[in-house]
């Protein structure tokens, strides 16, 4: 069976609002003109517009006839509030975890992955990529992007542990919530080589803002599960 991919233009479309839900584009901002996103993400203009329509048909944007596109509303957010890191879900599910991490250097922020992390363009900041494995099983693969400002000792043994555990048990800052923008997928070759699934399995990408107590940002992490191995379990608990 030929692998099914995800439309180019619903690509661009799930871009957009996961950059939305991130706070890179607020209400009332313009959205980049449709050659400057065809140039972007390399495709025609034609794409570009009819992801622009499908946003316009849900009322996300709003254009404005010779000046440009803008932000109408908010994507939907969702806040989980019960965190609990992959170490220690598996280990509570009798599970051995593993992480490794394979890419871990210190970049200069680019204007977008500021915008999320609320830092200015060019801010120092970590970069790191990692696998996490259960039981030998690769479950989870993740790429993140942390501010370095007041954290001069994350290492590669750090990163190797669990990071939730590091920071609330270790540094002392305890975690307030996750942000979550959950979509459904088809994997790349390179994802489906690592997961040994076939191109055409629907997995799960969840983009992830983590906030501490204080207000700061922790992390932004863009991470894919392996759905056949690693199911996502939410409980919705009522604010009181």
Do not use: C, W
């Not at 596109?69 to 994507?75: G, R, V």
């Not at 992480?99 to 900041?125: D, E, G, M, W």
């Not at 669990?162 to 790349?188: L, Q, W």
């Not at 207000?215 to 939410?234: A, C, E, F, M």
């Amino acid at each position: 069976m030929a692998a099914k991919k995800t439309p180019q233009y619903k690509q661009i479309e799930n871009k957009l609002m996961e950059q939305i839900r991130l706070g890179y584009y607020k209400i009332n901002d313009m959205v980049p003109k449709e050659m400057e996103l065809a140039d972007m993400f390399g495709v025609s203009r034609v794409t570009v517009r009819k992801a622009l329509d499908d946003m316009a048909n849900m009322g996300m944007i709003r254009r404005v006839p010779g000046v440009g596109t803008f932000i109408q509303k908010n994507a939907a957010i969702e806040k989980v509030t019960q965190t609990m890191g992959f170490t220690q879900e598996m280990i509570s599910l009798n599970k051995t975890p593993r992480t490794v991490v394979t890419s871990f250097q210190i970049i200069q922020a680019s204007s977008n992955i500021a915008r999320i992390l609320h830092l200015n363009a060019n801010n120092i900041i970590y970069h790191y990529k990692r696998e996490r494995y259960a039981d030998e099983v690769l479950f989870l693969v993740e790429e993140s992007y942390m501010p370095t400002e007041n954290r001069p000792e994350i290492s590669l043994q750090i990163l190797q542990g669990s990071k939730y555990n590091y920071f609330e048990n270790v540094r002392g800052e305890k975690i307030a919530y996750n942000e979550h923008h959950v979509e459904a997928i088809h994997p790349t070759t390179e994802i489906a080589r690592l997961f040994q699934i076939a191109e055409d399995t629907p997995i799960l990408k969840v983009a992830n803002l983590t906030y501490l107590m204080n207000g700061s940002i922790l992390d932004y992490t863009i991470q894919i599960y392996n759905s056949p191995k690693y199911q996502v379990h939410y409980i919705k608990q009522r604010n009181t």
